[in-house]
């Protein structure tokens, strides 16, 4: 079970291309959150103050300490037809992402009107296309499910926790105030054995916290 990997965008992609006058955009990129992917929402909203509709969707692993936590935790589903026909714009949207089974991915596609109705059907097949050409544009790859974790200690401790963290090869950043933290990016699967690593080079010093 540890090592369960999960498919999602490698970068971020585009799209564009119209239809009987409509211009659609489609945006995707990776999203580890749900903060992050409503921040990439809000920020093609903003990108696109004047378009008629911004049509979100994303799948997203919430909860690193869920029953699922070597999956990253439940997987949150959103998507939204932003005044389009229900059903039309946000579902379909979604249901490109799980048909390929992208997960930690959040897409927008941006909807500039040309005077022409496309009805439902026409809906349905340019927002699936946008959303498709935006994640073949930013690509596919398996990756294993990351949580953040937060380790303080005091400076006589934190050569050594910086050294285990350089050699276990994970993601950190270090605050030097007080006291020395550090907020550390690691695989699910690697959690518990890193935090023991690093209790045990500290004789117990180190307060670990899974970050929320």
Known sequence: ???????????????????????????????????????????????????????????????????????????????????????????????????????????????????????VGGLVRSYSRAVKEAVDDAGLVEERPHERIAIAVEYDDSGTVRGILESEGVEFDAEYGADVRFSVRVPVAATDALCDRLRSATSGRADIETAT
């Open 1 to 119: 079970m540890g090592g369960t990997t999960y498919r999602t965008v490698a970068n971020r992609g585009e799209s564009a291309f119209e239809v009987r006058g409509s211009e659609f955009i489609g945006y995707a990129a990776p999203a580890e959150s749900v903060e992050t992917a409503e921040s990439f929402v809000a920020e093609i909203d903003d990108l696109h103050p004047d378009a008629t509709h911004n049509v979100p969707a994303y799948r997203v692993r919430a909860d690193g300490n869920a029953p699922d936590r070597d999956r990253g935790g439940y997987l949150r589903e959103y998507s939204s037809d932003e005044g389009e026909p229900s059903g039309s714009a946000g579902k379909p949207a979604l249901n490109v992402l799980r048909q390929r089974d992208v997960e930690n991915a959040v897409v927008v596609v941006t909807r500039y009107y040309g005077g022409t109705n496309l009805g």
